[in-house]
């Protein structure tokens, strides 16, 4: 079995360790370092992962890592990782937060909607992990899981969402009239909240990525 390990406090990366004959998928631009014996391959999705992903942002290819061996990865910015082990049902996570998952893993990109994606800040498309095994997701800041109850309701500001599981239903609103969009977007927070309906998990950064690159603009 594939050993996951994160390592540090507040400022985390994963270490893999990889048995002969066992290999995982990552996101190219995480790796850190690798032993010699470990080898990495690059793994196309097709015609329709790569125009899907041209369009989410994220990159058209992944990287197969396979063992013997350790390799080490991180996210592009301080935070945790977070393991959720499928068990046979499926997640969808926001493109920014993929890390890497088990090879058995059955992966792809599901349309958001243009609406969803367009005035929610987060792509056009989320990505859809399924079946059995791990998938490390890259947090901004902690994570917050939730497990809502069939009929419980939460709304979540779009960028602090980072995956939810499929039975939970999805959609997005937006925040207050002109004056709350124009007070809110002074502030630099979100304009839209996502409704995430039970029964299922969510899970949500507490810090946004959205948030924090305006924070930084602004300081320079």
Known sequence: ??????????????KVTLQDG??????PGHLIYKSSEVHIDAQAGGLHGALSHMLSGSAVFLIKVSGPGVFT??????????????NGNSILAEFNAF???DSGVEYSRKFAGIWTGMMGGEGVFLEKFS???SVLLHVHGHAMELDLQPGEQIQ????????FEESVQYNV???????TMLLAGAEGEGLFFANMTGPGKVWVHTISLHQLALKMIRRQ
């Open 99 to 101: 890390l890497a998952m």
């Open 22 to 27: 066992e290999s995982v998928f990552v996101e």
């Open 1 to 14: 079995m594939v050993k996951y390990e994160p390592v540090g406090d507040e400022v985390q990366y994963l």
């Open 131 to 133: 079946g059995n095994g």
């Open 173 to 179: 609103q937006r925040i207050g009239g002109m004056k």
């Open 73 to 86: 990865a991180a996210g592009f910015l301080p935070g945790k990782i977070l393991e959720v082990k499928l």
């Open 156 to 163: 979540v500001e779009m960028s602090h969402v980072l995956a």
